[in-house]
């Protein structure tokens, strides 16, 4: 299999961007994105609504149950809408990779150097929107399946909604039911639809990143002194590749914080329930626990990548011939080791730096969330109060 395309790669990102709202190189917004936004934000909202009104330690419980779900929704608000404001930075950088990418497929030999990681990511990006479009069908439609098993089994409609919301008018007609459904529905794919794009085009643009730093080091490694005058170009050129990473530390550093701050809290309340909830709710836990895992993980993954490509250029300076070189080539390798020692991040808002160290981290907090949750929660002595 060939190395895909650079529009082949982005094609359901620029699609996702357009459903949205947000048209790429374009400045305007369409008038769907308010209204999408509008809707996830009034599910939200009566999440909250719903949550808060059921405060007590009788639902403790039951409200855990609720908080995962309530998390993703207010996560996909605020990482569209840091996304959105950052959305000429991400038309920009987009056109940047584009042009190294382009010509990347031009050189044979640079083609194979990363033809495996573009395969990997094109394979990636596919099973991960049909995966989470799956899953929220599943989700939205569920209530519709037990609506219809529950009147023909007991001949009595009760009225079912894909999430536990509050509002100040009641669901049990069929008319604000289904206006409530409608609703949900809407709210429950957009929801999707902003966190799987995100993340894909944080997937996409960390994954060229890597490659351009990896063809650099490529570059280098093989340099002696008969092709030592190239190394003012691959200065340049690593100076210009730091920009882009730089870039895109920018463009998702608020995300990643809410990433893992909201990531937590999810893991915490989804350990509670898999070890108190009920048999029959474990499916639907395991689920849904194993999604968010995932996601964590990949993020980590590809600021791992970012990390240790951008060190590479420093150890393939050092591998290089530079003892055949002149006084001033040895200059420039040297100058290249030590901007290489301070390697590329990506960061939580400079919080934490998103690696394989912030993955185990966000564990560590999740269980120590867990572990106090535990000790707080105890159904005998609310069950006799």
């Keep these: 299999m060939d190395i895909p395309e650079f529009d082949e790669i982005f094609r359901q990102i620029k699609i996702n961007f357009w459903l949205m709202g947000i048209i790429f190189d374009q400045h305007g917004i369409a008038l769907r994105y308010y209204i999408f936004l509008l809707a996830i934000t009034i599910i939200a909202v009566a999440e909250i609504a719903f949550f808060f ?20 929704g207010w996560l996909s608000i605020i990482k569209i809408i840091f996304i959105t404001s950052s959305r000429q930075k991400i038309f920009d950088l987009t056109r940047c990779l584009k042009q190294l990418y382009d010509e990347m497929l031009s050189d ?40 219809f098993y529950h009147y023909y089994t007991k001949n009595v409609i ?6 536990a919301v509050l509002f100040p008018f009641s669901t049990d007609s069929w008319y604000t039911w289904l206006l409530i459904y409608f609703l949900s529905m809407i709210a429950g794919f957009t929801c999707i639809l902003y966190v799987t794009t995100v993340d894909a085009l944080y997937y996409i643009m960390t994954s060229h990143t890597c490659a351009q730093f990896a063809l650099l080091s490529e570059e280098i490694q093989y340099l002696d002194k008969n092709t030592s ?15 882009l990473s730089q870039d895109l530390e920018e463009i998702f550093r608020a995300p ?40 964590i993980l990949m993020i980590s993954v590809f600021g791992e990548n970012l990390i240790r490509e951008s060190r590479k250029v420093g150890e ?11 006084k001033m080539a040895k200059k420039i390798i040297f100058l290249l ?45 609310i069950k006799k109060e």
């Design 53 to 72: 009104s059921s405060i007590s330690a009788e639902n403790f419980l039951e409200l855990t149950q609720l908080a995962p779900c309530t998390c993703i």
């Design 108 to 147: 044979s030999k640079k083609r194979e150097i990363v033809k495996r990681d573009f395969i990997f990511l094109k394979f990636l990006l596919k099973y991960f929107f049909i995966l989470n479009s799956i899953l929220i069908i599943v989700y939205n439609f569920a209530p519709l399946l037990l609506m």
């Design 158 to 163: 009760v009225y079912r909604l894909p999430y």
């Design 229 to 243: 005058h190239c190394l003012s170009g691959i200065v340049k050129k690593h100076q210009y590749i730091l920009k």
């Design 256 to 295: 990643n914080l809410f990433n893992v701050l909201v990531g937590s809290i999810e893991i915490c309340a989804l350990g509670f329930n898999l070890t108190m909830g009920q048999w029959a709710q474990i499916p639907g836990v395991v689920l849904f626990l194993l999604s968010i895992l995932y996601q």
């Design 316 to 326: 393939a300076a050092f591998l290089c011939k530079w003892y055949d070189m002149d």
């Design 337 to 381: 080791i030590l901007r290489s020692n301070k390697p590329q991040k990506l960061t939580a808002y400079k919080f934490s730096v998103i690696s394989y160290q912030s993955f185990t981290k966000i564990i560590s907090t999740s269980w120590s969330y867990f572990t106090i949750l535990r000790t707080v929660y105890n159904p005998s002595e």
